[in-house]
């Protein structure tokens, strides 16, 4: 908000940050982010749901601690983004693992941390998901990321739902294979 004429974040004014710290820097509001979080819980109440943050959109610690304190679970998509949140002592629970072209060692950090689940973006990734977790004897908890084939109308770099997009399983193939892997021994 602006007091007289000065722009200012949480009543600390911008300039005196910038003179301080010199530019370009970023600055955050804690208490505007927490009322999102909040904001977007109320609307979810009385739903079963775990509000996640992409880490991709800020991996900043202080950030993710105030979204972490706020209740927040998180979606990663790295075993860096997943070792941030860990250093943070996140509740792994509370955390996907996501992303497309999961590596074995960031597969292997998600059994051992137990996250809430692994994302997955194809049968082979499936698979993949599968032999990690049968080496570990553990169950995987899976889902699967379904393409829909609409299109949202996004500029065509950035578009993900269609056919010819790379992610997600073809939604005429999610039942098979949701169905496939139902009594698999490692996938939950």
Not at 107 to 129: M, N
Not at 130 to 135: G, S
């Amino acid at each position: 908000h602006y007091h007289q004429g000065e722009l200012f974040a949480e009543q600390v004014s911008l300039r005196r940050i910038a003179e301080q710290v010199g530019t370009p820097t970023y600055v955050y509001a804690a208490s505007t982010i927490e009322r999102h979080v909040r904001v977007l819980q109320e609307s979810l109440a009385g739903l079963p749901h775990q509000l996640c943050f992409a880490v991709k959109a800020n991996a900043n610690l202080a950030i993710l601690d105030i979204l972490k304190q706020a209740g927040c679970g998180f979606d990663a998509v790295s075993g860096g983004e997943l070792e941030r949140l860990l250093a943070l002592h996140v509740d792994t629970k509370t955390i996907i693992l996501s992303g497309v072209g999961k590596r074995d060692d960031e597969i292997d950090a998600a059994l051992k941390h137990h996250v809430l689940y692994i994302c997955a973006e194809s049968l082979e990734e499936i698979q993949a998901i599968a032999e990690r977790a049968q080496a570990h004897g553990c169950r995987a908890p899976v889902t699967i990321r379904v393409n829909p084939d609409v299109d949202a109308q996004t500029h065509p770099y950035i578009s993900t739902g269609l056919r010819e997009n790379k992610f997600g399983v073809p939604i005429e193939d999610a039942h098979a294979l949701c169905t496939q892997f139902r009594e698999h021994p490692y996938v939950q």
